[in-house]
């Protein structure tokens, strides 16, 4: 077996990536804690074994400032300035103090508020269908539904939600990509910058004219004496503003197509449009828009067998030490 028969760099294929299952069965059946030489990761696919990673491995998996300096990279600082404020970095205490104030802006009365305001964006973006022959569906719907939901979400203008999309998708690109392209790193950059002078500016009017959103809410909340940063505030509407949006569009595209695969489950779900509920969750499952994830796994940690220091040491050819866990599965 060469070191690229299982090697996750394979994805960097539309090919595979449009069909990446066959990837993941050899993975689970022949290697199911997998050094991945070209990611310089273990590629985790046993649904034990990514619970395990999961629930016991650090998520503090951005570089910092200072490691992007030591390799030579500070130029990527700004990204990482952002990157360490965001929840999506934290475990324990520092994660709980993020999550507990963002939680108020998702009050079980604010979202459902937000589900009927949802389901009327919706209809009115098929309403405009009607008078259409053909639809583009991921420009049309996927793309502005969640961008609009995102926007009145925040807080911010609804028309800036183009632009919201804008900085999402360059965004996503990195956070959910294992293959850092150095040619797309001035976009990023201009776009943290760009995405921060807007949450800057919002936070601004916002102090002067409140308005209700999640911006507002991570500006007030206040738990135990505890308030967010302005920089907090700015980490997590950037985070909370890509999570949703490309998640989202990217969850009805597939769904859509999966659903057009398998017309008798089509044919079901129209007939009986109750079913739609564990329909979304089955397409979640089966097709699924977020297929990867990373933790850094403690330095001696033995995993399906497989000890994280020794391969990951003879890979760089050193004694081991700290490795990054891709725990990704479909079970
Ligand atoms: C189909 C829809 C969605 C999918 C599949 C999805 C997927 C995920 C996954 C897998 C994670 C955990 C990543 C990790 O820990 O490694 C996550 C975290 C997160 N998502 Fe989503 N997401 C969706 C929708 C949304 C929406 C609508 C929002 C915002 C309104 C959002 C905001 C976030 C945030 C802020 C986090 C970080 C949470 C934390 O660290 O505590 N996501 N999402």
């Known amino acids: 077996m060469s070191a690229t028969d299982l090697s996750l760099c394979q994805l960097l294929d539309p090919k595979v990536l449009a069909n990446p299952y066959p990837l993941y069965q050899r993975l689970r059946e022949q290697d199911p804690v997998h050094w991945d030489p070209f990611l310089h990761a273990w590629v985790v696919t046993r649904y034990p074994d990514v619970i395990t990673v999961l629930h016991k491995y650090t998520a503090d998996r951005t570089p910092t400032p200072e490691q992007l300096s030591a390799m030579g990279c500070s130029s990527l600082n700004p990204i990482a300035q952002v990157m360490v404020k965001q929840m999506l970095f934290m475990d324990g205490a520092a994660h709980t103090r993020l999550r507990t104030l963002a939680a108020a802006a998702f009050s079980t009365r604010r979202v459902e508020a937000m589900r009927a305001h949802i389901q009327e964006i919706a209809h009115r973006l098929i309403d405009g269908f009607a008078s259409k022959e053909r639809v583009e569906l991921i420009s049309e719907f996927a793309e502005p539904l969640p961008a609009i939901v995102t926007a009145e979400l925040l807080g911010v203008p609804v028309a800036d939600y183009p632009q919201l999309k804008d900085w999402s998708a360059t965004f996503a690109e990195m956070l959910g990509n294992f293959q850092h392209n150095p040619d ?63 998640t989202t569009t990217n969850l009805i595209g597939n769904g859509m197509l999966t659903l057009l695969r398998h017309p008798e489950s089509l044919a079901e779900l129209r007939d009986n449009p109750a079913l739609i509920q564990p329909a979304v969750e089955e397409l979640l499952r089966f097709e699924s828009p977020s297929q990867h994830t990373a933790r850094l796994a403690p330095a001696d940690v033995v995993l399906g067998g497989q000890t994280n220091q020794e391969e990951a040491g003879r890979d760089r050819g050193d004694g081991g030490g700290q490795s990054r866990s891709g725990a990704f599965s479909r079970s």
């Open 184 to 246: 797309r790193a001035p976009r990023v950059l201009q776009a943290v910058e760009e995405m921060t002078l807007y949450f800057r500016a919002a936070i601004r009017e916002l102090k002067k004219t409140p308005r209700e959103g999640l911006i507002q809410s991570l500006l007030t909340a206040e738990v135990n004496g505890e308030r967010l940063t302005e920089e907090e505030v700015i980490a997590n509407s950037i985070v909370t503003m890509v999570g949703g949006q490309e």
